[in-house]
């Protein structure tokens, strides 16, 4: 989930429960890691995929807006303290930092409050699957805001395949009967807003010149900023620190937001922007495994059903056309 939960600059906005923070290009790396790229990729996958869990844990004792406050808060401690081993330079000048304000409250501060917020009544493998929708919305909203985003006929077959599974997941045959309207609803527009941000960041900040790492920590800080004025004015101070939630809430920030971040940031250096976001697939899968086996929570037929349509449409949307035969430049014959 930063998401939700990512730094890359990939060509349309993907799902991911920890979307990027910046849309900025980032350096190939240096040498060689320890860990081979799909161990890498595999750990990202899990990572996120138990943010829900952990959020549904944290939200147990705290407040949804506290449990983001500390998941921004600890995310932020990493990558700044990653900026400071590195010697990154920090964005300046008022115009970065004001865009960046925006992209911190559109793809943190108000999707991650509306997870958190959604998994008051509705369980962890629903959030999941909502998180999966984010594809759907960067298609449709991509080609208003960008006019040479026209919409080929395989994205839009993709857009009406995932929103049907969007209507099997929620039991549209049944009247939606089973899961609260409202978190369901606060799930879907957490899905929304993380397309709302990338394009943001898409039509602002892809210039900018600065590296990944260190608009992400900043952004991040901006994020946690507005995070701290927002929420003593509608939390009061917990009345005792659970440790079970609490460690829930460090590992979502630290490892979910921070450290996720960084394997993301190395995956896209190595291996470019597609493969580090088809961890987003894997997301859902793993919410849902989660949620059952680990929280007990009960699942129907329908959602996971449902989530496997909405994937399919969401791969959909993200395929690039292929070029026709007739387009492709011929080999000239020789001259006789």
Not at 32 to 41: E, G, H, Q, T
Not at 118 to 145: D, F, K, R
Not at 174 to 189: I, K, R, V
């Amino acid at each position: 989930m930063v998401y939700g939960m990512s730094a890359t600059t990939p060509a349309r906005p993907a799902a991911t429960s920890e979307p990027a923070p910046s849309a900025v290009a980032v350096d190939r790396p240096s040498r060689r890691p320890a860990l081979d790229w799909r161990i890498r990729w595999t750990v990202l996958a899990l990572i996120w995929g138990f943010s829900f869990l952990l959020i549904k844990v944290g939200t147990e004792a705290f407040a949804p807006l506290q449990v983001t406050l500390g998941r921004m808060g600890f995310g932020t401690a990493v990558l700044v303290a990653t900026v400071g081993v590195k010697r990154e330079r920090i964005p300046r000048g008022a115009w970065t930092w004001g865009h960046l304000a925006v992209a911190a409250f559109l793809l943190n501060t108000l999707p991650m409050s509306l997870f958190s917020y959604s998994e008051l009544t509705i369980p962890s493998t629903l959030a999941g699957i909502c998180n999966a929708t984010t594809p759907l919305w960067s298609m449709v909203l991509s080609v208003v805001a960008f006019s040479e985003d026209r919409p080929t006929r395989q994205r839009v077959i993709g857009v009406g395949v995932g929103f049907l599974g969007v209507l099997t997941v929620l039991g549209a045959w049944q009247g939606f009967s089973g899961q609260d309207p409202a978190g369901t609803a606060m799930a879907l527009a957490a899905g929304a807003s993380y397309a709302v941000g990338w394009i943001y960041v898409r039509r602002t900040l892809s210039d900018s010149g600065n590296s990944a790492l260190s608009m992400s920590a900043l952004q991040l800080l901006l994020a946690t900023a507005q995070l701290a004025i927002v929420t003593p004015l509608f939390t009061s101070v917990p009345a005792s620190f659970p440790v079970v939630p609490l460690l829930a809430v460090i590992a979502l920030g630290a490892i979910g937001t921070g450290f996720a971040f960084l394997v993301q940031y190395r995956l896209v250096a190595e291996k470019g922007p597609t493969i580090a976001t088809m961890v987003t697939y894997l997301i859902p899968v793993i919410a849902t495994a989660a949620g059952v086996t680990i929280l007990g929570e009960h699942l129907s037929w329908n959602e996971p059903v449902g989530a496997l349509v909405v994937l399919a449409g969401a791969a959909l949307t993200q395929r690039r056309p292929q070029d026709r035969p007739q387009d492709q430049p011929q080999p000239k014959r020789p001259a006789r």
